[in-house]
């Protein structure tokens, strides 16, 4: 869906966007960054409504996301900035261990194996033109606070290769609204050979070739897989350098469901259900006193036991 039919698309090269609206938020791709990722970033604050947006692409001063109710990024776009995913995802790694070609993680980091970070996002944050550059100890924020917020569903950090910066990665949601992220992968395979003619049969751990992101679609909103009862987003996030187009995190295809609440546990025992019976002041209520000529000839009780045991006058 093209950002312009979401509402408003903002365009705000090197500078800050920010909205606090009193009731919903609608509109379409909000841009706060040049191609060097600056300071800026894109703040949402809805008081009493829903917020729905194209897709934002901002600078590390990050994004944060509050509303009462809904959030919604219904569209995306393909990043093609981002050349070299650093450090290796964990569903990669997971990937290649699943496959058999490596049995631990950090045999994977030792195998040189390289994942190219070119794919579809709803939520971009570019870092200064190096990552070196960041001030020690400085943090780029990735938040998103929906309804009630008392469920954890993304408390993610990232470490910069210079230890320098964090970004963080924070999505808390309703108690009872799911979230849901996307891409779609094409024959639901997330990761494939940059070079067609090799196969992830044919993967020598030893002498590793390079891996691409699949072929992807953006969720359509609403749909099955992005129903209009929930939160989420298209596609993915990505945080990624402007300069050395290193990818440093970020998150994709996820779906978060509430817990169920918990019922209270109640315990009546025979002797407190009839103290409560006898206690209970006079009411108005009827009670139904069932005729016995009108029940079946041959009906008899279970073991002769009363469906209530009767309290001790």
Same mark, same amino acid.
């Given at each position: 869906?093209?950002?312009?039919?979401?509402?408003?698309?903002?365009?705000?090269?090197?500078?800050?966007?920010?909205?606090?609206?009193?009731?919903?938020?609608?509109?379409?791709?909000?841009?706060?960054?040049? =191609?060097?990722?600056?300071?800026?970033?894109?703040?949402?604050?809805?008081?009493?409504?829903?917020?729905?947006?194209?897709?934002?692409?901002?600078?590390?001063?990050?994004?944060?996301?509050?509303?009462?109710?809904?959030?919604?990024?219904?569209?995306?776009?393909?990043?093609?900035?981002?050349?070299?995913?650093?450090?290796?995802?964990?569903?990669?790694?997971?990937?290649?261990?699943?496959?058999?070609?490596?049995?631990?993680?950090?045999?994977?980091?030792?195998?040189?194996?390289?994942?190219?970070?070119?794919?579809?996002?709803?939520?971009?944050?570019?870092?200064?033109?190096?990552?070196?550059?960041?001030?020690?100890?400085?943090?780029?924020?990735?938040?998103?606070?929906?309804?009630?917020?008392?469920?954890?569903?993304? %408390?993610?950090?990232?470490?910069?290769?210079?230890?320098?910066?964090?970004?963080?990665?924070?999505?808390?949601?309703?108690?009872?609204?799911?979230?849901?992220?996307?891409?779609?992968?094409?024959?639901?395979?997330?990761?494939?050979?940059?070079?067609?003619?090799?196969?992830?049969?044919?993967?020598?751990?030893?002498?590793?070739?390079?891996?691409?992101?699949?072929?992807?679609?953006?969720?359509?909103?609403?749909?099955?897989?992005?129903?209009?009862?929930?939160?989420?987003? =298209?596609?993915?996030?990505?945080?990624?350098?402007?300069?050395?187009?290193?990818?440093?995190?970020?998150?994709?295809?996820?779906?978060?469901?509430?817990?169920?609440?918990?019922?209270?546990?109640?315990?009546?025992?025979?002797?407190?259900?009839? %103290?409560?019976?006898?206690?209970?002041?006079?009411?108005?209520?009827?009670?139904?006193?069932?005729?016995?000529?009108?029940?079946?000839?041959?009906?008899?009780?279970?073991?002769?036991?009363?469906?209530?045991?009767?309290? %001790?006058?």
């Amino acid at each position: 869906m093209a950002p312009d039919e979401q509402g408003i698309s903002i365009q705000t090269p090197a500078q800050s966007i920010i909205l606090n609206a009193g009731k919903d938020i609608m509109l379409g791709a909000l841009v706060a960054t040049d =191609s060097n990722g600056p300071s800026s970033s894109v703040t949402l604050v809805a008081e009493g409504g829903d917020i729905q947006i194209g897709y934002i692409s901002t600078g590390q001063g990050g994004i944060d996301i509050s509303t009462p109710g809904s959030f919604r990024a219904v569209d995306s776009f393909f990043d093609e900035g981002a050349t070299q995913t650093f450090p290796l995802p964990p569903e990669f790694i997971s990937f290649l261990i699943n496959e058999g070609y490596y049995s631990s993680e950090a045999e994977v980091l030792s195998s040189g194996v390289l994942l190219e970070g070119d794919r579809l996002v709803s939520l971009l944050v570019k870092l200064e033109e190096d990552i070196d550059f960041l001030p020690e100890g400085s943090v780029v924020p990735i938040s998103i606070r929906y309804g009630d917020a008392t469920q954890t569903v993304v %408390d993610e950090s990232y470490t910069s290769p210079d230890g320098g910066a964090t970004i963080k990665l924070l999505i808390l949601g309703d108690s009872v609204q799911p979230f849901v992220v996307g891409p779609q992968y094409d024959n639901d395979i997330v990761f494939k050979p940059r070079d067609p003619n090799n196969s992830v049969a044919n993967f020598n751990p030893d002498d590793p070739f390079t891996f691409v992101f699949n072929d992807s679609v953006g969720l359509t909103f609403p749909s099955d897989d992005f129903p209009p009862f929930a939160s989420g987003l =298209s596609a993915g996030i990505s945080v990624r350098s402007g300069f050395n187009a290193n990818l440093y995190g970020g998150l994709q295809t996820l779906l978060f469901v509430p817990p169920p609440p918990t019922l209270p546990q109640i315990e009546e025992t025979a002797s407190s259900v009839c %103290d409560n019976f006898q206690s209970a002041p006079p009411s108005n209520e009827t009670l139904l006193v069932i005729d016995e000529s009108l029940l079946p000839s041959d009906y008899q009780p279970i073991d002769n036991t009363p469906l209530v045991e009767p309290c %001790d006058s």
